[in-house]
């Protein structure tokens, strides 16, 4: 399970894009303020689930901010790039459903997956287009 540091944003994820490193850490940041309102049970489960709905909702703009400056990049992946975020997106979308339908969802489960998933991605995946996009600015 992780813990807030583990949560915390460091340089590690930097991909040299502004925008897509300031959109990365406001995730990050989503995350910590949810692991830190489970931790404390703050206010009950209604503002983790407002958090839960923010965190999704600024996943999914994440996304297509990222996917649309591909595409005018012309990155030669980005094909499977998005492929990867349409797999979090299908899993990311039933959370919402199930939470607009009132049944029970394990939000530290939630909060670990896309926690673990969004590192992997940044680490594994996102650096995949940091070099094509450098070599297309210079």
């Known amino acids: 399970m992780s813990t807030t540091t583990e949560l915390t944003w460091n340089e590690k994820y930097l991909t040299g894009n502004q925008d897509i490193d300031d959109q990365h850490k406001r995730i990050f940041d989503l995350l910590e303020k949810l692991n830190n309102q489970l931790k404390n049970n703050e206010e009950g489960n209604s503002m983790a689930i407002e958090v839960v709905m923010d965190l999704l ?3 999914l703009k994440h996304f297509i901010f990222e996917e649309n400056l591909l595409e005018l990049n012309d990155y030669p ?3 499977k790039h998005k492929l990867g975020h349409d797999m979090l997106t299908l899993k990311v ?7 607009d339908a009132n049944k029970e969802v394990n939000l530290s489960e ?6 673990e998933w969004l590192t992997s991605h940044i680490l594994m995946v996102d650096m995949q287009y940091v070099p094509y996009l450098k070599e297309k600015k210079s």
């Open 110 to 115: 939630l909060k670990d997956f896309i926690f």
């Open 57 to 59: 909702d600024y996943t």
């Open 77 to 79: 992946d980005l094909t």
């Open 93 to 99: 979308m039933q959370y919402k459903d199930d939470i």
